[in-house]
């Protein structure tokens, strides 16, 4: 980042176009895209000047629910961003088959994605064999070849949720298993 007032840029964009992606990828997963703006020097210029971007701090207008600003904010390899976390093997979790769900901590783990790589729209958490009010740490998630956490994650003390749900599923099921 430069705080240099000669390395900024204002870009005008069309609402309909921003309002078309938030609408395509939500609020949060916008915010986790990389974008190519090309800037133009002047109106005759026909190739302009490719820049990798990433939406910023979008605000919203109080009363009409329309995005009125987005900030951009450039982008190079090997700076974090913040990748969602998705939910994936669930129908193999006993307490998820019941009705039970992640109470979500964490829904996004900042990453370093690799030069050369692609940016993945979210990186997927194995919800294999959880249990009623298992914590679900780090450890479960799956990140693609290429993506690894940022450092200033705590491995250890990353925590993406617990496990919810109808205690009294869970309690029917054990005492029949004993019967």
């Not at 919800?127 to 780090?138: A, E, Y």
Request: proline fraction near 7%.
């Amino acid at each position: 980042l430069s705080i240099d007032a000669s390395s900024k840029t204002l870009v005008k964009t069309p609402w309909d176009i921003i309002q078309r992606e938030m609408d395509r990828f939500t609020y949060h997963n916008f915010e986790s895209r990389v974008y190519d703006v090309t800037l133009y020097e002047h109106e005759d210029d026909t190739e302009g000047e490719a820049h990798r971007v990433t939406p910023r701090n979008v605000n919203f207008h109080p009363f009409q629910n329309k995005i009125y600003c987005c900030n951009y904010v450039r982008y190079f390899p090997g700076k974090p961003i913040k990748i969602p976390i998705t939910y994936s093997n669930e129908e193999e979790s006993p307490a998820m088959k019941r009705g039970g769900f992640i109470a979500p901590f964490e829904r996004y783990v900042q990453c370093i994605v690799d030069e050369g790589v692609p940016i993945p729209t979210s990186v997927e958490m194995d919800c294999t064999g959880l249990l009623l009010k298992d914590v679900v740490r780090m450890d479960r998630i799956i990140f693609p070849e290429g993506v690894k956490p940022s450092k200033k994650i705590n491995k250890e003390r990353f925590l993406v949720g617990t496990v919810f749900g109808r205690r009294t599923d869970v309690e029917e099921d054990s005492e029949d298993e004993e019967v």
